[in-house]
């Protein structure tokens, strides 16, 4: 198998597992904001917000499942390896850590995108409307979220360099 064909394989794993969170994280947790909006118009803000949140996520699951050569052209996944295949019986351990920085790296960016979306729309809906409940801990968790992001995307960019770290 060759190192852009596991790839193409895995983008479109995360972008299935990116739609799952999308519908059975996200929105849910938004459509019981519903119950918290005091007239017609923020109703219908929040729906507009989850039709919006709906169409992006179709979109990128769009992009990741019609154009992963793309996404690994853009981070130059299948570069930094010894060899342009991946014999499933060989692997060696500079291998497997990049490929378990990426893996890990991705499911960190996945897991905690949404929660960064969810955290701002929340944060955003309390700045506006007063009667909408507080919760001391959004700030520490949107922080969280946010850094979480970050390393996740700084695992997959510099992923040769860890494994070379890690290796020694």
Request: charged share 15%; proline share 4%; glycine share 4%.
């Amino acid at each position: 198998m060759l190192n852009r064909d596991f790839f193409r394989i895995l983008i479109k794993i995360i972008g299935l597992y990116f739609f799952i969170q999308i519908i059975f994280g996200v929105i849910p947790s938004q459509i019981s904001f519903l119950g918290f909006d005091s007239d017609f118009s923020q109703k219908i803000g929040t729906l507009i917000y989850i039709f919006i949140i709906v169409l992006l996520s179709i979109a990128i699951l769009y992009f990741l499942i019609r154009f992963p050569d793309r996404i690994i052209d853009l981070f130059k996944l299948d570069k930094g390896f010894e060899s342009n295949r991946i014999p499933l019986t060989n692997f060696n351990s500079k291998n497997i850590v990049t490929l378990a920085l990426v893996i890990i790296g991705g499911f960190l960016i996945l897991e905690n995108l949404t929660s960064v979306i969810s955290l701002l729309y929340y944060d955003l809906k309390r700045n506006y409307d007063p009667l909408f409940p507080r919760d001391p801990n959004n700030s520490i968790n949107l922080l969280l979220a946010a850094l979480n992001l970050i390393l996740g995307c700084l695992l997959i960019v510099f992923r040769k360099s860890i494994s070379v770290y890690l290796e020694k």
